[in-house]
């Protein structure tokens, strides 16, 4: 009887409304059966969005989606700017590299944020830069970069935004259309509560222009072929999507306007906020920016004479929850609390009691209950403050 | 009460087994778990593969996967030769000319083959032929190639041969290794009998020594970084991968192997030729081949005096029937009937039984149990013959 709590930044726990639609019969897509799905998934999609754009999706993890954007706005010999602070910010780097762009990199440690000044001053400098990739929830580290304060940074000048907003979407606001983001990347494993294998890009005006004019080869992630699909009478993609992954999405997207954008993010505000009280409470140093901001993952310090894996394993196997490591400098030196999507108290108090009895059973010396006192603490301000139940 | 019979050639049925193993909570995909059933999954694809080769999995539409043989075996201004009897070998010209590739084309009227002795011509003309790309199972047509005899053509050249088996693999056999195919592309929508969202390659080692050499820009769908995580100890993909779909995958190959590949196919060649039977027992006119190699499709001529969109109308609303209609040039002329994958005699007799209502309902002159009486004719003498229990 091991009950298992699944607390990574990506995948996440999907709901049993979610599961249960994706356990229905498969239904073909050239049908209007289908197209009805479709439509109403696009209209959510845009609500969570906030953003009147066009949200195109495909077949494909989050990296798929990224790619997308980088050959769809980009020519070969393109100067791009890339802002990173963390793997997933690399990453557009990598993508760049490999589509024979010529990228100006700015790199920040991991667990800084991007500094939008830094953006000006390139843009500046160099009016030919056609397109400025960012993150905006850095998973690797749980850094939620300023996006409004970018966005209206390169609102002034030709270059389009691409915000990598992943692991962002529905967990850290974003405001598409407000602050100017051209392009919003996005996966379904995340805060969109269902399993991988879903991607997103909203594309602008600015950046549809853009989109006509690149040369980078492609296909199967060809926005013109999307577009084409979604403005049929009976929306559809051009090619097969993955249906049954749609129809969850179709009850997830029915969940969260239940919950409502407004409280969506209340929820994920509050759970970051016990997570990071939890965290000193039990007396362990925050890896993460201690902001409101870092709704989506919560990353940690491993205390001097604990081993990463091995707390991580035991964790796991003995209180069946499921945290995240480190990736690239901070492997080893940083666990990751995920709590995007699916989660409230229940999750947060669960993997910060299994934390405590993990330390406690490694020789760390740990007040048992001082990290859930913390939170709980966090959980009873905010229903005193607001009048309601717990998040 | 409406029971629906989905009926085309992907997607196809899912089995209720595998539908309740996508809907079991998701795992992580960088744990041990996911790492046994991925190599799990991975040994059982070879298997319906029939390949000692690497098979590398996308989450992507099939299209994603013939991108991946594109860009990952040719560079720019390469000379490549598609042999297309379809819409689906016309898509290995699109993707030929989307990374600017120089192809010579063949081009077969719907409702042919590819005839072996045009390719043997076309690679001693040119030399410089790099790679032939050709459509195992047409599923435009319901054309299925003899991928034998165009494998024995192709070994005797340097160029690789690369395989569309979309909706071949598992339901039309094709022995990979032993029919020299170096790269066969495959879908999960199809005969593996999972919704739509993976895709798969396998790479012969004269494939990989191409791929080693390929310029083309690629990223995503990158066969060296799918090689790297196939080759670690705990087998992983190089972005993540839509779990739930591969714990459906993994109940369905499960599926397979109780079956074994000499079941399914014959099962696949007797709902064929029973289908077969019945079209021309109803007085109507095929329009795929009438031969048991036509194991996944069959396409049949819409008589004279039939509004095509009607007749899909009709047997879907009145009798639950999903069937596909014709593609490209021979849209409004001819319906298909999907075989491929988790069905048997009784959605063949289904699907007959509708057919005939429908003409009838739509004034077109049948006479009523013709069809599934020539079908149950075929399943009789297929008992006979083996001394088993129906297909």
């Given amino acids: 009887m091991i009950k298992k709590f699944l607390m990574t930044p990506g ?18 897509h050239r049908t209007s059966e289908y197209s009805e799905l479709f439509a109403r998934v696009n209209e959510n999609l845009k609500y969570v969005y906030q953003t009147g754009n066009d949200v195109l ?4 993890s989050g990296t798929g989606a990224m790619e997308s954007a980088v050959i769809n706005l980009c020519s070969p010999g ?9 793997k997933f910010g690399e990453r557009w780097r990598d993508l760049a590299d490999a589509y ?8 920040y440690e991991y667990g800084e944020a991007v500094n939008p000044d830094d953006i000006n001053r390139s843009l500046e400098a160099n009016p030919h830069i056609k397109v400025v990739f ?25 270059a389009v935004l691409v915000s990598d907003s992943i692991s962002g979407l529905g967990s850290a606001e974003i405001k598409t259309d407000e602050w100017m983001i051209d392009v919003v990347v996005a996966g379904s494993q995340k805060a969109l509560m269902i399993p991988p294998g879903l991607a997103f890009v909203s594309v602008s005006d600015k950046a549809w222009a853009l989109a006509e004019k690149a ?29 049954s992954l749609m129809a969850g999405l179709d009850a997830a997207l029915g969940l969260i306007r239940e919950e409502g954008l407004q409280a969506l993010f209340h929820r994920h505000i509050i759970m970051g906020r016990a997570t990071r009280a939890a965290i000193k409470g039990m007396g362990l140093t925050l890896f993460s920016p201690d902001e409101d901001r870092s709704s989506s993952v919560t990353a940690v310090r491993v205390p001097e004479g604990v081993d990463e894996a091995r707390l991580r394993i035991h964790i796991r196997d003995w209180y069946g929850v499921q945290l995240a ?14 709590h995007c999507g699916y989660y409230n108290y229940s999750d947060i108090i669960v993997a910060i009691t299994a934390l405590e009895m993990t330390l406690m059973d490694l020789g760390h010396p740990v007040q048992l209950g001082a990290g859930t006192q913390a939170a709980e603490k966090v959980f009873a301000e905010d229903i005193e403050a607001t009048g309601d139940e717990t998040v």
């Avoid at 049993?16 to 073909?28: E, G």
């Avoid at 999706?57 to 494909?60: E, G, M, Q």
């Avoid at 393109?78 to 963390?86: I, S």
């Fill in 325 to 338: 490591g480190g990736q690239g400098p901070v492997k080893g030196r940083i666990i990751r609390i995920g």
């Fill in 134 to 158: 960012v993150t905006h929830s850095e998973t690797s580290s749980g850094v939620v970069n300023d996006m409004q304060a970018i966005g209206a940074v390169v609102e002034d000048f030709d």
């Fill in 100 to 107: 024979g762009l010529v990228a100006e990199f700015h790199e």
């Fill in 57 to 60: 999706s495909f077949a494909s």
């Fill in 215 to 243: 040369r980078s080869p492609r296909f199967y992630f060809d926005w013109l072929k999307a577009r084409k699909g979604l403005a049929q009478a009976k929306p559809t993609t051009a090619f097969t999507p993955p249906v």
């Fill in 11 to 28: 995948p996440t726990q999907v709901p049993p409304q979610v599961l249960s639609a994706m356990a229905r019969p498969v239904i073909h």
């Fill in 78 to 86: 393109d100067d791009v700017l890339v802002a990173a602070c963390g």
